[in-house]
C-alpha cells in the first residue's frame, strides 16, 4: 500500500468524528495495526490522576508495539487526525517508523483554543523541524485531506 492513503486518513477522522475527539492510527502496509482516540479536554486524564503522556498518537505507538511484539516500529505509518506534539513526533521517531501523516495543523484550532494558557501549554515545535535535526527521518506528509479534517468541529 502508498503512503499516505487517503482511505486510511478518512477513517481516522471518521473515529475523531465520532469520540469528539483527536484520533490516531498505527498502520502496516495495509493493515491497521493499532488505533486510539483522545478527546481534546480528557486526553491527559486516567482516572483521576494526570498523566501527560496519554496522548492518541503515544497510546496507538504503545498499543501496536504491544500487538506486534516488538518496540521497533520498522515499516509503520502514524496517521493522527491533527497535527502530532512534540513528544508524539519524538516517540515515532524512536520508534523509527516510516512516516507520520496529519491532518489538521495546530493554526487550525480556533484562536480561543490556542490561546488557552491553563488548558494546552504546547511547546510550538513543529513536526518539521523536529524531523530536520533528528537522524532517523520519517517521512512527513502535513495536512493531508485538511479541508476534510476542518468539516469536522473537535471543539466544541
Given at each position: 500500500?502508498?503512503?499516505?492513503?487517503?482511505?486510511?486518513?478518512?477513517?481516522?477522522?471518521?473515529?475523531?468524528?465520532?469520540?469528539?475527539?483527536?484520533?490516531?492510527f498505527?498502520?502496516?502496509?495495509?493493515?491497521?495495526i493499532?488505533?486510539?482516540?483522545?478527546?481534546?479536554?480528557?486526553?491527559?486524564r486516567?482516572?483521576?490522576?494526570?498523566?501527560?503522556?496519554?496522548?492518541?498518537?503515544?497510546?496507538?505507538?504503545?498499543?501496536?508495539?504491544?500487538?506486534?511484539?516488538?518496540?521497533?516500529?520498522?515499516?509503520?505509518?502514524?496517521?493522527?487526525?491533527?497535527?502530532?506534539?512534540?513528544?508524539?513526533?519524538?516517540?515515532?521517531?524512536?520508534?523509527?517508523?516510516?512516516?507520520?501523516?496529519?491532518?489538521?495543523?495546530?493554526?487550525?484550532?480556533?484562536?480561543?483554543?490556542?490561546?488557552?494558557?491553563?488548558?494546552?501549554?504546547?511547546?510550538?515545535?513543529?513536526?518539521?523541524?523536529?524531523?530536520?535535526?533528528?537522524?532517523?527521518?520519517?517521512?512527513?506528509?502535513?495536512?493531508?485531506?485538511?479541508?476534510?479534517?476542518?468539516?469536522?468541529?473537535?471543539?466544541?
Open positions: 500500500m502508498k503512503h499516505p492513503n487517503k482511505e486510511i486518513m478518512m477513517q481516522v477522522l471518521k473515529l475523531g468524528k465520532k469520540w469528539h475527539s483527536v484520533a490516531a498505527v498502520v502496516k502496509g495495509d493493515r491497521i493499532s488505533k486510539d482516540y483522545c478527546h481534546l479536554n480528557q486526553c491527559l486516567k482516572g483521576k490522576l494526570f498523566v501527560a503522556t496519554k496522548h492518541a498518537e503515544i497510546n496507538a505507538i504503545e498499543k501496536a508495539s504491544e500487538k506486534l511484539g516488538e518496540g521497533l516500529l520498522n515499516g509503520c505509518w502514524l496517521y493522527s487526525s491533527l497535527e502530532p506534539c512534540p513528544m508524539c513526533v519524538t516517540a515515532a521517531i524512536w520508534a523509527r517508523m516510516d512516516g507520520i501523516v496529519y491532518c489538521l495543523l495546530e493554526e487550525d484550532r480556533p484562536k480561543h483554543e490556542r490561546d488557552k494558557k491553563s488548558d494546552w501549554n504546547w511547546i510550538h515545535i513543529k513536526p518539521k523541524e523536529i524531523v530536520r535535526k533528528a537522524k532517523m527521518k520519517p517521512k512527513l506528509v502535513v495536512g493531508f485531506l485538511r479541508k476534510e479534517g476542518q468539516k469536522i468541529n473537535y471543539w466544541s
